[in-house]
């Protein structure tokens, strides 16, 4: 099942795979996410934020966080188009977007971790 904001087959295939150590992927994942946002904040040019969109969409796409990927993936773009008029919107939704994504993948290890 794919929503608009995780591919649950990815998580799925990634607990088969990971078994013990899904619990650790998951929280590996938030505290990247983190870094990667921190990073897109703190990009002072067009290069630092395409290479920090492009880490983000990779760890991302790998844990099935479809929207978050995409969003990346439209920034990465973006940023080789001059002006980057519009870029802090993107963040922001990229932002917005983490915060859903944060708050399934904390049920998710909560439920995990309790079940």
Do not use: W
Not at 73 to 91: A, F
């Amino acid at each position: 099942m794919v929503d608009m904001h995780i591919d649950h087959k990815v998580l799925r295939d990634l607990r088969e795979v990971m078994e013990d150590g899904y619990l650790q992927l998951l929280e590996t994942f938030l505290e990247d996410s983190e870094r990667r946002l921190q990073q897109l904040r703190k990009a002072r040019d067009a290069k630092e934020l395409g290479l920090a969109a492009h880490s983000f969409k990779g760890s991302s796409s790998n844990m099935g966080a479809v929207g978050l990927a995409d969003l990346c993936q439209q920034l990465e773009t973006r940023v080789r188009q001059v002006p980057l008029y519009g870029i802090e919107d993107l963040i922001n939704r990229i932002e917005q977007e983490y915060l859903e994504v944060r708050r399934f993948y904390r049920s998710e290890r909560q439920r995990i971790s309790t079940g």
